[in-house]
C-alpha cells in the first residue's frame, strides 16, 4: 500500500473529534465511575489527573508520532521505524491487546443496548433502587440475553469498519460528541440537586488519602491508559490517518483535556446519583447501570415522560460513545491484518469480530453461569479486565516512551513534533524529557511497587 492509497481525515475538527471519540467511551462514563469508588474518591482522582498530564499527554502525542510517520498500521510502525529489531513486538502486543480489549469491552457495549431497549419500553418506571440492583444481577448473569447484545454490538462495529472507517467516524463523531456533552451537562444538574447529593460531590472533592496504597497509583495509573485508549495502538493507527500538517501537540491536549473533562463530569451525575439513593460507591462495574436508570426516574419523578426521554437518550449517547471506541479498537486490529497478511479488509474484519464474539462470550458468562471458573482468583470478564487496563496498556506506555525517547532518531521526532520546524511547540524539551526519564521510571515504579517488592 503506498501511502496516498491511505485514508485521511477530512478536518482538524474531524482529527479532534475522531480521536476524543475513541478515548471517550464507556471508559469515561462506565469505569472511572467505579474505579474512583472503588480508590476512595477524590484521592483517586488527583492522582488521576497527575497519570494523564504526566504520562498521558507525552505519551499520546508519541503514539501521534509513530503512526503519522509510518503510515502504517502498530505494528507495520515499528517495523518501519526499527526494522529488523525485537521492536515489532511492541506493535504485536498492541494489537493482542486491542484484541482481548474488545472482547471484554463489547461485552459492556452489549448492556446499554439491553438498557437502551429497557428505557424504550418503559421497564425502568416505578422501580425502586433494589429492584434495580436484583434486575441488573439478573440480567448480567442470563446465560443468553447478554450475548445477543454482544454479537449484536459487533456487528455492528463490523458493519462499520467494513464501509471504511473516514466518513463514517469523522461524520457521526461531530455529531455524537457534542450531543454526549449537552446530554451529560443536563444530567449533571439533574444529579446534584437530587437529595442527599452533598455527600456525592463531597466523596468526589474531598480527598481522604488515607486510602491511598499502591493499588490506587495502579488502579489511577491503568485507568489513563484505558480512557485515553493509550498504550495499544489505536491512536498511533488513528495517526497514521492523519495529514503533514495536524498539529500533535495541540491535537494530544484537546484530546485529553476533553477526555479528562467528561470523566469528572460523570463522576458529577454517579456519585450525587448512588448517594442519594444509598448506593455505595464501590458497587464495582454495576454502578453505572443500577444507579442512572434510578437519576431519571427520582429526578424526573412528576414528570415521566421526562423520565422516559432522558433515559433513552442517555443510553443511546451512552451506545454510541462506546461504538466510537470499539470502532477505534477494532480498526487496530482489522488494519494490522489488512496490512501484514494481505487479505482484504473485509476479510480481516471478519476474523477480528468472530474472534471477539468467541472470546467475549466466555467473557460474559463468567458473570453468570461460569463465575466458578477462575484464574487468580478473577473470573474472565475481571481477568481481561485487569491484564488490559493494570499491565499491558501501562506496559506498552512504558515502551512507547523507551521507543520515542531513546531509540528513535531525535531529528524525526522533533520534525514529527514541529511539522518540520513549522510549529512552535514550546513543551518540546519538556515532552522529550518526560519520555525519556519521567514515564519510565514512574511507570516501572508503579509497577514494582504492586509487586510489593518495595515494601
Ligand atoms: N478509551 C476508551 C474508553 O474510555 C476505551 C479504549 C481503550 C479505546 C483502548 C481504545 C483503546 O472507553
Given at each position: 500500500?503506498?501511502?496516498?492509497?491511505?485514508?485521511?481525515?477530512?478536518?482538524?475538527?474531524?482529527?479532534?473529534?475522531?480521536?476524543?471519540?475513541?478515548?471517550?467511551?464507556?471508559?469515561?462514563?462506565?469505569?472511572?465511575?467505579?474505579?474512583?469508588?472503588?480508590?476512595?474518591?477524590?484521592?483517586?482522582?488527583?492522582?488521576?489527573?497527575?497519570?494523564?498530564?504526566?504520562?498521558?499527554?507525552?505519551?499520546?502525542?508519541?503514539?501521534?508520532?509513530?503512526?503519522?510517520?509510518?503510515?502504517?498500521?502498530?505494528?507495520?510502525?515499528?517495523?518501519?521505524?526499527?526494522?529488523?529489531?525485537?521492536?515489532?513486538?511492541?506493535?504485536?502486543?498492541?494489537?493482542?491487546?486491542?484484541?482481548?480489549?474488545?472482547?471484554?469491552?463489547?461485552?459492556?457495549?452489549?448492556?446499554?443496548?439491553?438498557?437502551?431497549?429497557?428505557?424504550?419500553?418503559?421497564?425502568?418506571?416505578?422501580?425502586?433502587?433494589?429492584?434495580?440492583?436484583?434486575?441488573?444481577?439478573?440480567?448480567?448473569?442470563?446465560?443468553?440475553?447478554?450475548?445477543?447484545?454482544?454479537?449484536?454490538?459487533?456487528?455492528?462495529?463490523?458493519?462499520?469498519?467494513?464501509?471504511?472507517?473516514?466518513?463514517?467516524?469523522?461524520?457521526?463523531?461531530?455529531?455524537?460528541?457534542?450531543?454526549?456533552?449537552?446530554?451529560?451537562?443536563?444530567?449533571?444538574?439533574?444529579?446534584?440537586?437530587?437529595?442527599?447529593?452533598?455527600?456525592?460531590?463531597?466523596?468526589?472533592?474531598?480527598?481522604?488519602?488515607?486510602?491511598?496504597?499502591?493499588?490506587?497509583?495502579?488502579?489511577?495509573?491503568?485507568?489513563?491508559?484505558?480512557?485515553?485508549?493509550?498504550?495499544?495502538?489505536?491512536?498511533?493507527?488513528?495517526?497514521?490517518y492523519f495529514n503533514k500538517k495536524t498539529n500533535l501537540t495541540r491535537t494530544a491536549l484537546s484530546v485529553g483535556v476533553i477526555d479528562t473533562f467528561i470523566a469528572i463530569l460523570a463522576g458529577f451525575i454517579i456519585f450525587p446519583a448512588a448517594f442519594s439513593v444509598g448506593i455505595q460507591p464501590d458497587a464495582g462495574p454495576s454502578l453505572i447501570f443500577i444507579t442512572l436508570p434510578n437519576v431519571f426516574q427520582q429526578a424526573f419523578s412528576g414528570i415521566p415522560?421526562?423520565?422516559?426521554?432522558?433515559?433513552?437518550?442517555?443510553?443511546?449517547?451512552?451506545?454510541?460513545?462506546?461504538?466510537?471506541?470499539?470502532?477505534?479498537?477494532?480498526?487496530?486490529?482489522?488494519?494490522?491484518?489488512?496490512?501484514?497478511?494481505?487479505?482484504?479488509?473485509?476479510?480481516?474484519?471478519?476474523?477480528?469480530?468472530?474472534?471477539?464474539?468467541?472470546?467475549?462470550?466466555?467473557?460474559?458468562?463468567?458473570?453468570?453461569?461460569?463465575?466458578?471458573?477462575?484464574?487468580?482468583?478473577?473470573?474472565?470478564?475481571?481477568?481481561?479486565?485487569?491484564?488490559?487496563?493494570?499491565?499491558?496498556?501501562?506496559?506498552?506506555?512504558?515502551?512507547?516512551?523507551?521507543?520515542?525517547?531513546?531509540?528513535?532518531?531525535?531529528?524525526?521526532?522533533?520534525?514529527?513534533?514541529?511539522?518540520?520546524?513549522?510549529?512552535?511547540?514550546?513543551?518540546?524539551?519538556?515532552?522529550?524529557?518526560?519520555?525519556?526519564?519521567?514515564?519510565?521510571?514512574?511507570?516501572?515504579?508503579?509497577?514494582?511497587?504492586?509487586?510489593?517488592?518495595?515494601?
Amino acid at each position: 500500500m503506498t501511502k496516498n492509497d491511505r485514508a485521511n481525515f477530512g478536518s482538524k475538527l474531524g482529527v479532534i473529534l475522531a480521536s476524543a471519540g475513541s478515548a471517550v467511551g464507556l471508559g469515561n462514563i462506565w469505569r472511572f465511575p467505579y474505579e474512583t469508588g472503588n480508590h476512595g474518591g477524590a484521592a483517586f482522582i488527583l492522582i488521576y489527573l497527575g497519570c494523564v498530564i504526566l504520562l498521558g499527554l507525552p505519551i499520546m502525542i508519541a503514539e501521534f508520532l509513530i503512526g503519522r510517520h509510518s503510515q502504517a498500521n502498530t505494528a507495520g510502525a515499528y517495523q518501519k521505524l526499527a526494522p529488523g529489531t525485537q521492536w515489532r513486538w511492541v506493535g504485536r502486543m498492541s494489537v493482542l491487546t486491542g484484541f482481548l480489549i474488545l472482547s471484554y469491552y463489547s461485552v459492556v457495549a452489549g448492556w446499554t443496548l439491553e438498557y437502551i431497549f429497557e428505557a424504550l419500553t418503559n421497564g425502568f418506571a416505578g422501580k425502586s433502587p433494589e429492584q434495580f440492583i436484583a434486575s441488573f444481577q439478573s440480567f448480567s448473569s442470563n446465560p443468553w440475553r447478554p450475548i445477543l447484545w454482544l454479537v449484536l454490538f459487533l456487528l455492528g462495529t463490523h458493519f462499520i469498519i467494513v464501509k471504511g472507517v473516514e466518513k463514517g467516524i469523522e461524520k457521526s463523531s461531530k455529531i455524537m460528541m457534542p450531543t454526549l456533552f449537552i446530554i451529560i451537562l443536563v444530567l449533571v444538574v439533574c444529579a446534584v440537586s437530587l437529595p442527599g447529593a452533598g455527600a456525592g460531590i463531597e466523596f468526589l472533592l474531598k480527598p481522604d488519602f488515607s486510602k491511598v496504597d499502591s493499588d490506587v497509583f495502579l488502579g489511577a495509573m491503568g485507568q489513563a491508559f484505558f480512557s485515553l485508549s493509550l498504550g495499544m495502538g489505536c491512536l498511533c493507527t488513528y495517526a497514521s490517518y492523519f495529514n503533514k500538517k495536524t498539529n500533535l501537540t495541540r491535537t494530544a491536549l484537546s484530546v485529553g483535556v476533553i477526555d479528562t473533562f467528561i470523566a469528572i463530569l460523570a463522576g458529577f451525575i454517579i456519585f450525587p446519583a448512588a448517594f442519594s439513593v444509598g448506593i455505595q460507591p464501590d458497587a464495582g462495574p454495576s454502578l453505572i447501570f443500577i444507579t442512572l436508570p434510578n437519576v431519571f426516574q427520582q429526578a424526573f419523578s412528576g414528570i415521566p415522560i421526562l423520565a422516559y426521554i432522558f433515559s433513552v437518550m442517555f443510553y443511546v449517547l451512552l451506545a454510541l460513545a462506546a461504538l466510537t471506541s470499539t470502532i477505534s479498537i477494532h480498526e487496530v486490529v482489522t488494519a494490522y491484518l489488512h496490512e501484514e497478511f494481505k487479505m482484504s479488509r473485509t476479510k480481516a474484519a471478519r476474523y477480528v469480530t468472530a474472534g471477539c464474539i468467541i472470546l467475549g462470550i466466555f467473557s460474559s458468562l463468567s458473570l453468570g453461569v461460569m463465575k466458578g471458573y477462575t484464574l487468580f482468583g478473577l473470573g474472565m470478564f475481571d481477568l481481561l479486565d485487569f491484564l488490559t487496563a493494570k499491565i499491558m496498556l501501562p506496559l506498552g506506555g512504558l515502551l512507547v516512551s523507551i521507543f520515542t525517547g531513546w531509540y528513535l532518531d531525535k531529528k524525526l521526532v522533533w520534525s514529527e513534533i514541529t511539522n518540520d520546524g513549522t510549529l512552535k511547540v514550546p513543551v518540546y524539551k519538556l515532552i522529550i524529557f518526560i519520555l525519556k526519564y519521567v514515564a519510565p521510571i514512574a511507570i516501572s515504579v508503579i509497577f514494582i511497587n504492586e509487586l510489593g517488592l518495595l515494601k
